[in-house]
Nanobody, 115 residues
């Protein structure tokens, strides 16, 4: 079973930056699609960005967030710049098996942006 663990959340003022990290328990980039979702209070979980070939991004974060990976560290990052209060949410890392339905989730990391 794959394990993914997020880190890097916190409290930041509007306009600030944070970098989230998602460390996988093994080298999985070839067989798993990894990325980030977020869920704000009272809202549905939404895809923020993923490591697909096309590099999907949520429209509201385009130009501000960047997803990247470090193969040697089995880690995916989400660099978040020019943060806005509406970015406040719990951010979840996921690893989706490319050849099947399995999806593994991290425990979530809180990002709070104050105005």
């Amino acid at each position: 079973q794959v394990h993914v663990v997020e880190s890097g959340g916190g409290l930041v003022q509007a306009g600030g930056s944070l970098r989230l990290s998602c460390a996988a328990s093994e080298s999985i980039f070839r067989t798993y699609l990894m990325g980030w979702y977020r869920q704000a209070p009272g809202k549905q979980r939404e895809l923020v960005a993923d490591m697909s070939t096309s590099g999907n991004y949520l429209d509201s974060v385009k130009g501000r967030f960047t997803i990247s990976k470090d193969n040697a560290k089995n880690t995916v990052y989400l660099q978040m710049n020019n943060l806005k209060p509406e970015d406040t949410a719990v951010y979840y890392c996921f690893a989706q098996f490319r050849l099947g339905p399995q999806v593994y989730w991290g425990q979530g990391t809180q990002v709070t942006v104050s105005s």
